[in-house]
């Protein structure tokens, strides 16, 4: 279960966001997540429920999940392809030189607060 | 009224940055963290009281043992002589660079050359979560099969050193050395990888010799 290790992280940054712009209350979080994180979008909402309750900053906030395609660049062909079908091998010439360009974000993006 | 603010922030931003203060810390103190991880069952125990064994005349060995729950592990390692402390994650597969901080308080590690976090048996989780330890190593068992960089790849991309251990077993298992090779090195071409067996000893040297090594390497860049 390390999407509870995550929303530990993600509490203790709103923490000292909340400290830096003198905020009582949060009302939303929205989240990137890429496709490749590893991280279970369900998991984490669940983790979410559970974990708000012990701070007041936080109690009543809503987590809001934005998805992100994984797209993975092929560095012999130059071209780019969905990597979660193909992988890391590159469909178009079947080179390994690849590397991902979008996919593995987990970054806080905004908050509603006051 | 709610307002917007953007924040633009990696969550494993504070961990990252916690992480890189824990190894400037032990650089000043001259203190050599290996983050040690594996499956479970992947032989983590044993290959750290064989290793405490070979080198404890030779340089003063801290260990601290992650779990879930249960001291079983700190006690074996404890038979050793080494120093050990026992972490209990509370519930959660890895540890984090703040519980490695706490955990390294505990041991004290002025008088320490070599650390070693036996981290949770898991190789999802901890993979995630910088430490703080100067370099990762992991272990991969043979009755595991060749077949675990595909599977578990962001461990092989973060840990320098690659144990593959239970080689005294390989006639009993289809595990093809050369494949696993490649596809380690395809995720990490700078993997260093060893062949071991930490039951009857094999390859054993070649491993002390990398700690040796690092160690060495880690004093000269504190000093």
């Known amino acids: 279960m390390h999407e509870l290790g995550i929303i530990v992280h993600i509490t203790k940054t709103l923490q000292s966001v909340a400290a830096e712009n003198n905020l009582r209350e949060i009302a939303s979080v929205t989240l990137e997540v890429g496709e490749v994180s590893s991280i279970v979008p369900d998991y984490l909402t669940d983790c979410w429920q559970y974990y708000r309750k012990k701070f007041p900053l936080i109690e009543h906030a809503e987590m809001k999940i934005e998805m992100m395609p994984a797209v993975t660049y092929c560095e012999s062909c130059e071209k780019t392809y969905p990597t979660v079908e193909y992988g890391r091998q590159c469909p178009h010439c079947g080179s390994w030189e690849t590397y991902l360009v979008t996919g593995d974000e987990c970054n806080i993006r905004e908050i509603e607060a006051q | ?223």
């Not at chain 2, 603010?5 to 494993?12: D, S």
């Not at chain 2, 290996?34 to 479970?40: Q, R, T, V």
């Not at chain 2, 069952?41 to 064994?53: F, P, Q």
């Not at chain 2, 320490?112 to 995630?128: K, R, Y």
């Open chain 2, 1 to 223: 009224m709610y307002k917007v603010y953007e924040i633009k922030k990696r969550i494993f931003d504070d961990n990252d940055q916690e992480a890189e203060k824990v190894r400037e810390e032990l650089k000043a103190d001259g203190t050599f963290l290996i983050n040690l991880m594996s499956s479970p069952g992947g032989g983590k125990t044993t290959t750290l009281k064989r290793t405490i064994d070979a080198l404890k005349e030779e340089m003063r060995i801290g260990v601290m043992e992650a779990d879930i729950d249960s001291a079983v592990d700190a006690d074996a390692i404890s038979e050793t002589g080494a120093k050990v402390i026992q972490l209990h994650t509370g519930g959660m597969c890895h540890l984090d660079a703040d519980m490695t901080r706490q955990g390294l308080e505990e041991l004290g590690t002025e008088d320490i050359d070599l650390a070693i976090l036996e981290n949770v048996g898991n190789l999802v989780c901890p993979a995630e979560f910088d430490t703080g330890a100067v370099k990762n190593v992991m272990i991969l068992s043979v009755p595991e099969g060749d077949d675990k960089p595909l599977k578990y790849p962001l461990m092989f991309q973060v840990s320098h050193c690659l144990l593959i251990n239970k080689i005294d077993a390989l006639s009993c298992f289809d595990f093809d050395f050369d494949a696993c090779r490649e596809r380690v090195l395809r995720l990490n071409p700078d993997m260093k990888i060893i062949p071991i067996s930490a039951k009857t000893g094999e390859g054993m040297d070649e491993w002390y010799g990398w700690i040796r090594e690092q160690v060495k390497e880690w004093k000269e860049a504190g000093k």
